[in-house]
């Protein structure tokens, strides 16, 4: 049985960091590229940042570049997300998402296996 499970979300006021795991198992880590995408209530789910498979490429969407980090480590089957300095419009629902295919990795619709989400919000 696949799961991915995150955590490490929370309430954080405005220039804040947070660092969010997920943590994986059911899977050979290394044959799935990992994003994060985040929603809020009303709206379509957003890519957030991707990793490919084994770590050498960061992909981000623009409102985080140079904020966020998203790293993994195969070996404990773990994947990170660390946020700095944030902000009131990065209060979201934030998911793991795992790829074994070569869809775009910007794409919902490319991915094989979700999280079930960990709440971030930022106070202003």
């Known amino acids: 049985q696949v799961q991915l499970v995150e955590s490490g979300g929370g309430l954080v006021q405005t220039g804040g960091s947070l660092r969010l795991s997920c943590a994986v198992s059911?899977?050979?880590?290394?044959?799935?590229?990992m994003s994060w995408f985040r929603q809020v209530p009303g709206r379509d789910r957003d890519f957030v940042a991707g990793?490919?498979?084994?770590?050498?490429?960061?992909y981000y969407t623009d409102s985080v570049q140079g904020r966020f980090t998203i790293s993994r480590d195969n070996a404990k089957n773990l994947v990170f997300l660390q946020m700095s300095t944030l902000k009131p419009e990065d209060t979201a629902v934030y998911y793991c998402?795992?790829?074994?295919?070569?869809?775009?990795?910007?794409?919902?619709?490319?991915?094989?296996?979700w999280g079930q989400g960990t709440q971030v919000t930022v106070s202003s």
């Open positions: 059911g899977i050979i880590m290394d044959k799935y590229r």
């Open positions: 998402a795992a790829t074994s295919g070569f869809g775009h990795i910007k794409t919902v619709s490319s991915y094989n296996y």
């Open positions: 990793i490919d498979w084994r770590g050498r490429f960061q």
